[in-house]
């Protein structure tokens, strides 16, 4: 028993005592936790740059009444009614920059749930594209 212990130290450089068998090398180990240190730094910093863009975002979104109030006041930019309210007056002029002409009852232009999804699906796509870019600059 003793000379198999005795062969076994004997047997090993000495350079080889910084291998564990369970853990495996440990400067190796050491480098790994220092740099997992500085990428835990650096995404801290990044957050405390970024200042809460998004909260703000979010903050902002509420403020404004949710996807219905916002979509209450694009509908009031661009179809006024006068429920109940007085004509405006005739030297006021209520545009959106486009031209004076009148649009036959028949033919509104695109359907309103078409632009809708369209602006939906493409708010979708810039937010995919953003998240991808945002994981590989990650990496």
């Known amino acids: 028993m003793i000379t198999g212990e005795v062969e076994r130290i004997m047997g090993t450089p000495l350079n080889e005592s910084d291998f564990d068998p369970f853990f495996g090398n440990k400067k190796k180990r050491l480098a790994r936790r220092a740099k997992r240190q500085i990428r835990r ?3 801290r910093l990044k957050r405390q ?3 809460g863009f998004f909260s703000r975002l979010g903050q902002t979104y509420r403020e404004a009444g949710g996807a ?8 009031a930019m661009t ?4 429920d109940g309210m007085e004509q405006p007056d005739q030297d006021v002029d209520f545009s959106m920059g486009g031209s004076d002409q009148i649009i036959p009852q028949g033919d ?3 359907p309103t749930i078409i632009v809708v999804l369209g602006g939906v699906a493409l708010l979708g796509v810039t937010g995919l594209i953003l998240l991808n870019k ?4 990650q990496r």
Request: aromatic share 8%; charged share 30%.
């Open 41 to 43: 730094k650096a995404r």
């Open 49 to 51: 740059q970024q200042g």
């Open 68 to 75: 219905t109030g916002i979509g209450t006041a694009i509908d």
């Open 79 to 82: 179809n006024p009614e006068y």
């Open 108 to 110: 509104k232009g695109f």
């Open 134 to 137: 945002k994981k590989q600059q």
